[in-house]
């Protein structure tokens, strides 16, 4: 007689291979955060949900990109730093520099299409009302742009950030 039962994986295996494939992108921070960069013409498309839990994003960004934003990692970026978890880094949008922290949960694609190695991970459930308006910094990268923040590493809040409702942004 056939085992009726169906097999339920307590183990979460699919999880577990999302979570080590999310490895591939801590390799490719660190080389990226190295003195010598990211090697020939490698450079890194991150695919992020931007209301995900944890994402810390300025508001005015927030309000461009307010379902997910894609990052590139190439030639100008400052202060990437990053753990087992997360990274940070600073980008310029408009000239502007802006800090950017994003949990690796928050990664829904990462691309390098100088060869044309693609990962996708499912979208995150996105429970998060809240937008910190302080961006947070740090200083692992030379050179970065002026931005008068205080250097603080990814798991740091800064001081005096804003907690914002997103009631204000919904349109009504």
């Known amino acids: 007689?056939?085992?009726?039962?169906?097999?339920?994986?307590?183990?979460?295996?699919?999880?577990?291979?999302?979570?080590?494939?999310?490895?591939?992108?801590?390799?490719?921070?660190?080389?990226?955060?190295?003195?010598?960069?990211?090697?020939?013409?490698?450079?890194?498309?991150?695919?992020?949900?931007?209301?995900?839990?944890?994402?810390?994003?300025?508001?005015?960004?927030?309000?461009?990109?307010?379902?997910?934003?894609?990052?590139?990692?190439?030639?100008?970026?400052?202060?990437?730093?990053?753990?087992?978890?997360?990274?940070?880094?600073?980008l310029r949008f408009g000239g502007q520099p802006k800090r950017l922290y994003v949990p690796f949960v928050a990664i829904t694609q990462f691309f390098d299409p100088s060869v044309q190695f693609l990962l996708k991970w499912p979208e995150p459930d996105i429970v998060t009302a809240e937008v910190i308006e302080a961006p947070i910094s740090s200083a692992h990268r030379s050179d970065p742009p002026t931005d008068g923040g205080a250097s603080e590493g990814p798991d740091t809040a800064t001081k005096g950030e804003k907690i914002v409702s997103l009631d204000q942004f919904r349109k009504k």
């Not at 990226?32 to 498309?45: D, E, F, K, V």
């Not at 030639?75 to 940070?88: C, G, K, M, N, R």
Request: a negative charge.
């Open 1 to 90: 007689m056939a085992d009726e039962h169906q097999a339920v994986d307590l183990m979460q295996y699919d999880k577990l291979a999302q979570d080590a494939l999310r490895g591939v992108i801590v390799a490719a921070l660190k080389q990226a955060a190295s003195p010598a960069g990211l090697p020939g013409q490698h450079h890194l498309y991150i695919t992020f949900k931007t209301r995900a839990p944890d994402v810390k994003t300025p508001p005015d960004l927030l309000e461009r990109y307010p379902d997910e934003m894609t990052i590139v990692l190439q030639h100008q970026f400052w202060d990437l730093i990053y753990d087992e978890t997360s990274f940070a880094v600073t």
